[in-house]
């Protein structure tokens, strides 16, 4: 049976919150499966920000008399100043955070507190009270890419001229620099955040006022408490107000992929610190130790970065799966919607934090890099263009005779910039002392200057762009 710790309040009995419908008190399954309160508290200052803004809105419209409005602002303000304090007892009872708030409003101010509630429901509040949430969600997650783009473009700006293997297939490919790569997680996080500042725009309508789903007889002003919460407008329509949670899918989504991009720079740096690649190190603050092998540095942070990509997604699918079958307007089941948000939001936020921590400390290894770089022909395709424009041979016939050079450097166990310029005339006759200008890493680096190509000035260039863009 479900062990409960909840608290109890004057006024609360068999059917507080429902008044004469029922006659029976809710079983204790029952009370333990609705109730939201251990984890709906989160929404705490929300709910309370919502309900001051409503409660002025009655008051200008003469729905509720400023002395009353006053008395519900003032202990709306106390029950905030009690929870931020840690001094609220919290009720499994009263099922929610909105109907804790409320008993304990009518505990400071008596009948005043009554009125609140007045062309509201909870299911508006709820929809409310969990978009201010994602909102803020959405703005912490961007603030949080703005310093682990910090970081990245330190490490671009450290390692312009850096050498190091590109990859396809995990396989050497061509050489590129550390600051390229680097670039190349400016702009995938970039968009990640530009996802989060998309999704709060068009997350920021109000549905408060939409009352339980049809809207409400009283003369409110939607467009006052829209304006008094920080939203652009209200909702347009009172049904999709209440049943709408397109914001928190949103959210989860941008999550999912910013969280898959995180997972593939920590695989990378899990890589690179590896006794095998050694391209990289990873300071004291974000390794740990063995309790056995006192020689391991483990790189559990990014491992672990690695590992919150499968809660991330995970609380994508749930929130889909809740929603897909519901018919208009509110149902149960959308009380489900926050704690995998909720979850998905701290373990994103604790990855970028992590993320951008390793990436300030993170010591790449030139020497080590730049070895690497020279392993596995990576100048194979700076060879094929070569022949192309020296000897204006169709690139196609290049590809084959770079292939064969390639086969031949490999028979005799060296690289193609340690071939004989007779054993490679021995493959193409035409071929000229000029090939080894292209033949070394840095040669190749500095060749690729075509716009967002690896060339150090090119990789430059984009710092500064993205300089000026961050300000």
């Known amino acids: 049976m479900p062990q409960h710790n909840a608290g109890t309040r004057k006024g609360e009995g068999a059917n507080a919150m429902w008044g004469g419908r029922f006659t029976a008190s809710p079983d204790e399954v029952m009370t333990a499966i609705n109730a939201s309160i251990g984890f709906d508290r989160r929404l705490a200052s929300q709910d309370i920000a919502a309900s001051r803004a409503h409660a002025a809105m009655l008051a200008a419209q003469g729905i509720v008399t400023p002395l009353d409005a006053e008395a519900i602002d003032a202990g709306l303000a106390q029950i905030l100043a009690e929870i931020e304090a840690g001094q609220f007892a919290f009720s499994t009872a009263l099922e929610d955070i909105h109907m804790n708030v409320e008993a304990r409003l009518a505990e400071l101010i008596g009948a005043p507190a009554g009125r609140l509630h007045t062309a509201r429901s909870r299911n508006d509040q709820v929809a409310t009270d969990f978009r201010l949430w994602v909102r803020d969600a959405c703005d912490g997650a961007a603030a949080a890419l703005t310093r682990l783009i910090a970081a990245l473009l330190r490490q671009a700006e450290d390692g312009a001229e850096v050498v190091m293997p590109g990859f396809t297939h995990l396989q050497v490919a061509q050489p590129v620099t550390w600051g390229h790569h680097m670039m190349a997680y400016v702009e995938m996080f970039a968009r990640d955040r530009a996802r989060f500042s998309d999704a709060r725009a068009r997350m920021n309508e109000c549905p408060l006022g939409a009352a339980a789903l049809a809207g409400t007889s009283f003369p409110i002003d939607r467009h006052a408490t829209a304006g008094a919460l920080g939203f652009d407008r209200p909702t347009a329509n009172s049904l999709d107000?209440?049943?709408?949670?397109?914001?928190?899918?949103?959210?989860?989504?941008?999550?999912?992929?910013?969280?898959?991009?995180?997972?593939?720079?920590?695989?990378?740096?899990?890589?690179?610190?590896?006794?095998?690649?050694?391209?990289?190190?990873?300071?004291?603050?974000?390794?740990?130790?063995?309790?056995?092998?006192?020689?391991?540095?483990?790189?559990?942070?990014?491992?672990?970065?690695?590992?919150?990509?499968?809660?991330?997604?995970?609380?994508?699918?749930?929130?889909?799966?809740?929603?897909?079958?519901?018919?208009?307007?509110?149902?149960?089941?959308?009380?489900?919607?926050?704690?995998?948000?909720?979850?998905?939001?701290?373990?994103?936020?604790?990855?970028?934090?992590?993320?951008?921590?390793?990436?300030?400390?993170?010591?790449?290894?030139?020497?080590?890099?730049?070895?690497?770089?020279?392993?596995?022909?990576?100048?194979?395709?700076?060879?094929?263009?070569?022949?192309?424009?020296?000897?204006?041979?169709?690139?196609?016939?290049?590809?084959?005779?770079?292939?064969?050079?390639?086969?031949?450097?490999?028979?005799?166990?060296?690289?193609?910039?340690?071939?004989?310029?007779?054993?490679?005339?021995?493959?193409?006759?035409?071929?000229?002392?000029?090939?080894?200008?292209?033949?070394?890493?840095?040669?190749?680096?500095?060749?690729?200057?075509?716009?967002?190509?690896?060339?150090?000035?090119q990789v430059r260039a984009q710092i500064a762009r993205w300089r000026k863009i961050e300000g």
């Open 241 to 457: 107000s209440v049943a709408d949670r397109d914001f928190a899918m949103e959210f989860l989504s941008a999550a999912g992929i910013c969280a898959t991009h995180l997972s593939r720079l920590a695989e990378e740096i899990v890589i690179w610190s590896t006794a095998q690649f050694r391209f990289a190190r990873l300071s004291d603050r974000f390794s740990t130790g063995s309790s056995i092998m006192p020689q391991k540095r483990n790189p559990d942070a990014a491992e672990l970065i690695r590992a919150k990509i499968g809660r991330i997604l995970g609380a994508q699918v749930a929130l889909s799966v809740v929603m897909k079958g519901l018919p208009l307007t509110y149902s149960k089941d959308m009380q489900e919607d926050k704690e995998p948000v909720f979850d998905a939001a701290d373990s994103l936020g604790l990855a970028l934090a992590a993320m951008e921590g390793m990436l300030r400390d993170l010591a790449p290894d030139p020497a080590r890099l730049r070895a690497a770089a020279a392993t596995g022909f990576s100048t194979a395709t700076d060879l094929a263009d070569w022949l192309v424009r020296a000897l204006d041979m169709p690139f196609r016939q290049a590809h084959h005779v770079t292939g064969a050079l390639v086969k031949l450097a490999e028979g005799r166990g060296c690289d193609l910039p340690d071939l004989p310029l007779a054993a490679m005339q021995g493959v193409e006759p035409r071929i000229t002392e000029a090939v080894f200008g292209v033949l070394g890493v840095e040669n190749s680096v500095r060749s690729r200057t075509s716009h967002g190509g690896t060339a150090p000035d």
